[in-house]
């Protein structure tokens, strides 16, 4: 039986070479990626089998780069590995497509067995956060986890970073009348009160930096 082809995708490069010695007997290893905009575009070209990613990482979340390339009809299954518990974000990112969740501190007895797992048809979620993150999934989806554009999360990532409205308009080449509107927009609809709040989410939703 071949190995399945993989990419994996962590913006450390001490993390990601040691994912890469711990998995290359096991799986064939086709690229790696140091950021969410390098993942699409490998993944894009090389169409692995699987990915194994971190959620946070620079020019676009781990969770983002998963939402583009399945909208672009990518079959790869994810994995991702973090050191974000937070159940909320497990369900949103099985609600995503996701197919298994392992915490960093558990890659070594945990991420060969969740790549079977997933490899075999079967989720694979971390036993360290299970049950909390059934519960967040039996939760109305509409209340776990509100919509945002593509657009608006880039949006939301840059003003996480600490970015102006000036430079944000300038990073995605759009006006600053328009950075305003997406981030009106994003508070209205998460019914967040200021920049603090939108930030906290941000984090929690593992699209910036916490």
Same mark, same amino acid.
């Given at each position: 039986?071949?190995?399945?082809?993989?990419?994996?995708?962590?913006?450390?490069? $001490?993390?990601?070479?040691?994912?890469?010695?711990?998995?290359?007997?096991?799986?064939?290893?086709?690229?790696?990626?140091?950021?969410?905009?390098? +993942?699409?575009?490998?993944? =894009?070209? %090389?169409?692995?089998?699987?990915?194994? @990613?971190?959620?946070?990482?620079?020019?676009?979340?781990?969770?983002?780069?998963?939402?583009?390339?399945?909208?672009?009809?990518?079959?790869?299954?994810?994995?991702?590995?973090?050191?974000?518990?937070?159940?909320?974000?497990?369900? !949103?990112? $099985?609600?995503?497509?996701?197919?298994?969740?392992? %915490?960093?501190?558990? @890659?070594?007895? !945990? +991420? %060969?067995?969740? $790549?079977?797992?997933?490899?075999?048809?079967?989720?694979?979620?971390?036993?360290?956060?299970?049950?909390?993150?059934?519960?967040?999934?039996?939760?109305?989806?509409?209340?776990?986890?509100?919509?945002?554009?593509? =657009?608006?999360?880039?949006?939301?990532?840059?003003?996480?970073?600490?970015?102006?409205?000036?430079?944000?308009?300038?990073? +995605?080449?759009?006006?600053?009348?328009?950075?305003?509107?997406?981030?009106?927009?994003?508070?209205?609809?998460?019914? +967040?009160?200021?920049?603090?709040? %939108? $930030?906290?989410?941000?984090? =929690?939703?593992?699209?910036?930096?916490?």
């Amino acid at each position: 039986m071949a190995k399945p082809r993989l990419i994996v995708a962590d913006d450390h490069v $001490i993390v990601a070479d040691g994912l890469v010695r711990l998995l290359e007997e096991d799986v064939e290893i086709v690229a790696t990626a140091k950021d969410g905009g390098q +993942l699409v575009e490998r993944a =894009r070209q %090389l169409r692995p089998d699987l990915i194994v @990613a971190d959620v946070n990482m620079p020019v676009m979340s781990g969770l983002d780069a998963m939402r583009r390339l399945k909208a672009d009809g990518l079959q790869a299954k994810f994995i991702f590995l973090t050191l974000h518990a937070d159940a909320r974000l497990v369900s !949103e990112a $099985i609600r995503a497509g996701a197919s298994g969740y392992v %915490l960093k501190q558990a @890659a070594a007895d !945990e +991420l %060969l067995e969740a $790549i079977r797992a997933v490899m075999n048809g079967l989720l694979y979620l971390t036993p360290l956060v299970t049950r909390d993150a059934l519960w967040a999934m039996s939760q109305p989806e509409d209340q776990e986890s509100p919509h945002l554009t593509p =657009r608006q999360r880039d949006v939301l990532r840059l003003i996480a970073e600490g970015k102006r409205m000036k430079e944000i308009a300038s990073d +995605l080449g759009i006006s600053v009348r328009t950075v305003e509107t997406h981030k009106q927009e994003m508070m209205q609809t998460l019914g +967040l009160g200021s920049t603090a709040d %939108l $930030i906290k989410f941000a984090v =929690r939703q593992g699209i910036a930096q916490g």
